[in-house]
């Protein structure tokens, strides 16, 4: 690349979902672009808008706080939002701030190459730009590269073939189809019911049955609205101080306290509060103690069988291999009662796995089904996908794929060593998922915004964190998962959800106060794990 068309820049950040976003106006006082893949904003909820995607953390907190007029002239319709309201409170938010101007559309990363004699990143974009900066902050998100079936014979097959992840803008029309959908997680439970009402024939091809609670979204409350803007920056205080993130409601007992019948009455009602995850919050130990989790595993158990009428459908969904909440709890609406109607066949993948797509349809080792349109729902090569499928190549010509090839390694979840001057923003081993996503990545933003303005006060050009650092990070990220029961499921939670995939646990469970304190601590013990010059 010749030298006149190469662009030097402070700052890099890549995407511009809702961490994305709030970096570039976090660091507006510096020469910051944000190149982003995508031909919009909002990240997740600019590529997932698949039928009946919605968030399932309360819209009043699942948004910025930085701005405090913005939080008070935004209203959000329902409870739980979908992502159409989510994508335009991502474009009003990227109008307001002028954030637009520095974000360059459709033009991801392709590679990235630390210099290290002039410490600074090479990025090189897919269209053919060369940028040059001092600090690169990846906010490529954790559930960004669609994880693709892979059977053989996609090209064969006549009909569609679609990954909820990435679907066309200008929606599918599923009338007089025989339509069949992979994937019984949280997406799958959300987009299949309204499918189901539009499509001649709704084939779903479960391999592991999710636990689901009903969502209970509804139309906000006017007064709830007001109650929480009136009380906003006490609450957003709050929220950091909580495990999640959120002001969800915390349990207070253990289930050893109560008796069978109070049990039976906590669950139930935590089944109806219309507050999503409170069946494992019903009691402090359903994810540290088995015998706990067990009676709310049969809860919901029970619950599928009283609402799927055909006993042997119903006993096909109840989930036996692994503990609720060990993977995400999925929240619905409809999806069991969607196993009344005529039109939806259950399709058991665990005893019998699909081989190949077919000219018609696809093969699983006991049948073939003819289909129109063909769903995958398969979720995602989680928390490091995004990063690894870009080409970054840091000190001594050292590969991040190499670096992570037996799992990701990282100090604080920011950084890894040997990577000089690049920041990750909900990267491997952050509580990713565990705390509110939107809150958690603001607080990222500012602590990495915080490293850099002092790196640039003090006059330095370089940082980097040492492997002893990422190691003791390790024992820490290993040790709070040994306390919970998240170790059994397999999920994207324990890179366990594609085969072959290494790695352990991807996510920090030991809650998001105790993350930003040592995060806190690090800096405050004259950056701790870090070294600078
Ligand atoms: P998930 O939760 O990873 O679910 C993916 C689903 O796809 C799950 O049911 C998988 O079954 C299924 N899957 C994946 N590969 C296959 C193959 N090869 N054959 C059959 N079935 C397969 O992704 P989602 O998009 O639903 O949700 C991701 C997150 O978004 C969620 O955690 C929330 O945070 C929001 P498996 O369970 O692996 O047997």
Redo the contacts with the bound molecule.
Sequence with gaps: MSSENVENVDIVIIGAGFSGMYALHRLRNHNVVCLEAGEGVGGTWYWNRYPGARV?IESVEYSYSFDEELQQEWSWPEYFSAQPDLERYANHVADRFNLRERIRFSNPVKSMRFNQDENLWHVYTAQGNHLVCRYVIAATGS?TAP?M??WPGREAFKGDIYH??RWPAEGVDFSGKRVGF???????IQAMPIIAEQAEELYV????P?FCMPSGNRPLDEEYERDWKDNYQERRRQMLDTYGASLIKQPEFSAHECTAEQREDILEQAWKSQSAFQLILAFSDVMTDPEVNEMVCEFARNKIRSIVKDPEVAELLCPTSYPIGG??LCIGNGYFEMYNRGNVTLVD?KKA??IEFTETGLRTEAAQYDLDIIIT????DAVTGAMERIDIEGCNNRKLVEKWADGPTTYLGAMVSGFPNLFMIHGPSTPA?QAQMITSGEWQVNWTADIIDNMEQEGLSRIDVTEEAEQSWAQEVNMVSEQTLHKLA???YNAK?IEGKKGGMMIYVGGFPRFSELCEAAIADGYKGFTRE
């Excluded at 992979?182 to 799958?188: A, F, Y």
């Excluded at 729902?377 to 995602?380: I, P, S, V």
């Design positions: 399932d559930l994880n079936p892979p909820t992840a992979i994937g019984t997680g949280s997406t799958g091809f479960q391999r592991t999710a993977k995400r993948v796995p699909i729902a398969t979720g995602f998922a397999d999920s994207w959800n």
